[in-house]
């Protein structure tokens, strides 16, 4: 089992910028990638950014130049910073730990965007 815990969610004005925290604790030892995903209402949930545990990182298209994720390996956290936070960015922001076989989820950081 392994537990992830998000936080640094919030409101923020256009062009603001934001960064999230993802601190896994657990059974972490076999975990091959971590990222985040985002959920609008009515929409699927879809990929933001993803790092391996080789530090291979993958971006969305909407937000390459923009988002960065980045890892700490020390303290079991991952992390996205956001810059030039857009309104169509608002969405909950969900941590994930991919096992390969199976995936963890957190709880979901709210992030909204908005004058």
């Known amino acids: 089992q392994v537990q992830l815990v998000e936080s640094g969610g919030g409101l923020v004005q256009p062009g603001g910028s934001l960064r999230l925290s993802c601190a896994a604790s657990?059974?972490?030892?076999?975990?091959?990638?971590m990222g985040w995903y985002r959920q609008a209402p009515g929409k699927q949930r879809e990929l933001v950014a993803v790092?391996?545990?080789?530090?291979?990182?993958n971006y969305a298209d909407s937000v390459k130049g923009r988002f960065t994720i980045s890892r700490d390996n020390a303290k079991n956290t991952v992390y996205l910073q956001m810059n030039s936070l857009k309104p169509e960015d608002t969405a909950v922001y969900y941590c994930?730990?991919?096992?390969?076989?199976?995936?963890?989820w957190g709880q979901g950081t709210q992030v909204t965007v908005s004058s």
């Open positions: 994930n730990a991919d096992f390969r076989t199976r995936n963890s």
């Open positions: 790092i391996t545990n080789g530090g291979s990182t």
């Open positions: 657990g059974s972490i030892f076999s975990i091959y990638a």
